[in-house]
């Protein structure tokens, strides 16, 4: 599974941005696919994942939605009332398990997401 994120960008706090995720591959309606972020010097963390469900992580729960297209291999990620906190790289990612994991079994190039206040 290859995987490309895009829609990242420059925001203020309020405001609201919306990723997309494409993946190629047969099988990508057999894995959960989800959402990490990085910033620097600090350990990726989970953001969102989604197979039949949903599940978020409780710093953004409420602000952010995860959705899929499988039929076009599609994931996105809305997110509202971005806070500077967000400001991270994002990362799409397809994991056999799920919640998906930090080290997902794929993961792409990432996607910058800056918050100013």
């Known amino acids: 599974v290859q995987l490309q994120a895009s829609g990242g960008g420059l925001v203020q706090a309020g405001g609201s941005l919306r990723l997309s995720c494409a993946a190629s591959?047969?099988?990508?309606?057999?894995?959960?696919m989800g959402w990490l972020r990085q910033t620097p010097g600090k350990d990726r963390e989970f953001v969102a994942a989604?197979?039949?469900?949903?599940y978020y992580a409780g710093s953004v729960k409420g602000r952010f939605t995860i959705s899929r297209d499988n039929a076009k291999n599609m994931v996105y990620l809305q997110m509202n009332d971005l806070k500077p906190e967000d400001t991270a790289v994002y990362y799409c990612?397809?994991?056999?398990?799920?919640?998906?994991?930090?080290?997902?079994?794929?993961w792409g190039r990432g996607t910058l997401v800056t918050v100013s206040s």
């Open positions: 990612a397809a994991d056999r398990a799920y919640p998906i994991r930090t080290t997902p079994d794929y």
């Open positions: 989604i197979r039949r469900s949903t």
């Open positions: 591959g047969r099988t990508f309606d057999t894995y959960a």
